[in-house]
């Protein structure tokens, strides 16, 4: 069964000699329009600059995603964190910089 929503999940980006590995914290899959349930979490000082969502859009077609404490990925023009948005071609998966209690929004394209 294919994913209509959009999936994202929230954890940080560790360089363990010379590799980046993937530690995630929390997982959701959200319908398109909404935001996530769960907030990034406030961890410690050696994972808050690596914190971020990771993001990947239904195979169902394209999308928007913003993060931020009142993300909107909605908005065409963006000149804050929470309206700059990345766009994401179907199926494709991208990492987006997160903040302590900050959520991710994503839209259709």
Known sequence: MAITGAHVQCGYVRNIRGAKIFSPVWSETIVLGQSTTQKAPQLGVETAESMVFRVRAPSGG??????????????????????????HLASEEKDIPAQPGWICNVVSA
């Open 62 to 87: 394209e999308m928007f995603s913003a993060a931020g404490a009142a993300a909107n990925a909605g908005q065409a023009i963006g000149s804050s964190q929470d309206t700059c948005r990345t766009h």
